[in-house]
């Protein structure tokens, strides 16, 4: 069974037109500490965004816009790192192939499968985070040191180096 997404936006699919709707979201304090917890994040401080849905043909198009402050940990000095980010993303929703005969650009991504005749909003946002979020934060002038980096006579390739030599 898969969990229920812990910032949920559902829009069905007969309140979304050819006439764009606009939807604007914001993740509550418990829905940002179970993000930072599926995240691995120390804290979501924001998460907004403003979306713009729809209908094109069988298809329905979304446009979101969002806004997240995260705090992270610094992969070198173990401190918190606090982070701005914000990005637009666009995707689209409908019928796969799954038995239906579709004329689809192999160029273009398949559609997203469509829930329970819904598109969660805030799960699309959710997952545009979850790949805009840095893999190895640093904290601003952090530096990884390794001993005889440097000076060459320490190291995996220094001791290496002595082997070739045969020292």
């Known amino acids: 069974m898969v969990p229920a997404p812990e910032f949920s936006r559902p ?7 050819e006439r764009e709707r606009v939807v604007k979201i914001a993740a509550s304090e418990e829905e ?11 804290g979501v401080g924001r998460l907004e965004a403003t979306a713009r849905l729809r209908r094109s043909g069988i298809f329905y198009q979304l446009q979101a816009a969002w806004q997240a402050d995260v705090v992270q940990t610094c992969v070198v000095t173990l401190e918190p790192v606090a982070s701005r980010l914000a990005e637009e993303f666009a995707e689209r929703y409908g019928p796969t192939d799954q038995g239906a005969e579709l004329d689809l650009d192999p160029e273009v991504d398949a559609p997203e ?3 329970d005749g819904v598109i969660d909003v805030g799960e699309a946002v ?7 979020i840095d893999p190895y934060p640093r904290k601003s002038g952090a530096t990884l040191e390794i ?8 190291g ?4 290496l180096s002595r082997l070739r030599r045969g020292s």
Do not use: M, N, T, W
């Open 156 to 159: 995996p390739f220094a001791e």
């Open 113 to 115: 499968p469509v829930d």
């Open 11 to 17: 829009v069905p699919l007969d309140q979304i037109a």
């Open 147 to 154: 001993p005889g980096e440097k000076d060459g006579d320490h």
């Open 126 to 132: 959710a997952q545009a985070l979850s790949l805009a």
């Open 32 to 42: 940002r500490q179970a993000l930072a917890r599926r995240f691995g994040l120390l």
